[in-house]
C-alpha cells in the first residue's frame, strides 16, 4: 500500500514538473498516446512561438528651408484695338518667391510629414496684364453713331480709275466709285465694312478691292478724280472695323 502511495506521488510529481516546464517553453510539441476503447489515439498540442520584439522606432525632427514660388495674378484691360471678345496677352506675369521653412518628421530616416513653420516674402509677384477687346462707337461729322468691333491705325493712300494702271473693276467685280478701298486680304478681309477718319474724315468704306503695293497695315482709299488723290496724299488714319 505504502509502495502505491510511493508510485503515485512520484507520477504526480512528474506530471507537474512536465507541465511546468511544457508552460516555461517557448515552443513545444509533444505527443501523448492514449487508450481509448484498444485503440492508440494520438493526442498533438501546439504552442506557437511569441512574436519577436518589434525594433523600437527612430524619431527625428529637423527644419528645412526653401525658396518657393507665389502664383501671380491677371490684370484685364479693355481696349479697342484688337476684334472685341478676344484676348491678348500684353505682358507676361512673373511669380513672386517666399522663403519657407519646414519642421519635418523622420520616422526611420524616412520622410513622414511635414508643416510649415514660418515663411518671409523674397519677392512679390507681377501680375499678367490681359488685354480684352470691347469695341466702341465712333460718330461721324454728319453725327452719325457707329458701332465698331474693333479699330486699327493705319497708313492710308488715294487712287482712281487711271488707264491703263487701274480699271473701273475692282477685284471683287465692283465698280469703282468712292467709298471702295484696297485691302490686303491678310490683313482686312474682303466685303469688310469700315468707317475711316484721321486729319480728314473719309468716311464709310468697303474692302473690295486688292493691289499689288497694298500688303500689310496699308489701305488704298478710292476717289473719283486725281486732284483728290494728289490733295489726299499719304496720311495715318483710324480704321474701325464696323459691327
Known sequence: MNKLKTVALVSMCLLCAFVIVGTLTPSYVFALEQKVDNRDIPVVETISEN?????????EFETETRIEDTPFGTTEVGVDTIPKGTREVASAGICGKVSRTYLVKYVNGVKSSEALYTEFPVSDPVNEVVNVGVGGTVTAND???YSYNYRKQMEATAYTYLPPYTTM??????????GIVAVDPTVIPLHTKMFITGSIEYGLGFA???????????????YMSYDECIQFGRRQMQVYILD
Not at 512574436?51 to 524619431?59: D, L, N, S, T, V
Not at 473693276?169 to 468712292?178: D, E, F, I, P, V
Not at 473690295?208 to 478710292?222: F, P, Q, Y
Open 169 to 178: 473693276t475692282t477685284a471683287t467685280g465692283q465698280t469703282l466709285r468712292k
Open 143 to 145: 453725327g452719325t453713331v
Open 51 to 59: 512574436e519577436a520584439e518589434k525594433e523600437p522606432e527612430k524619431i
Open 208 to 222: 473690295e478691292d486688292t493691289g499689288g503695293a497694298i500688303k500689310g497695315n496699308i489701305v488704298d482709299l478710292a
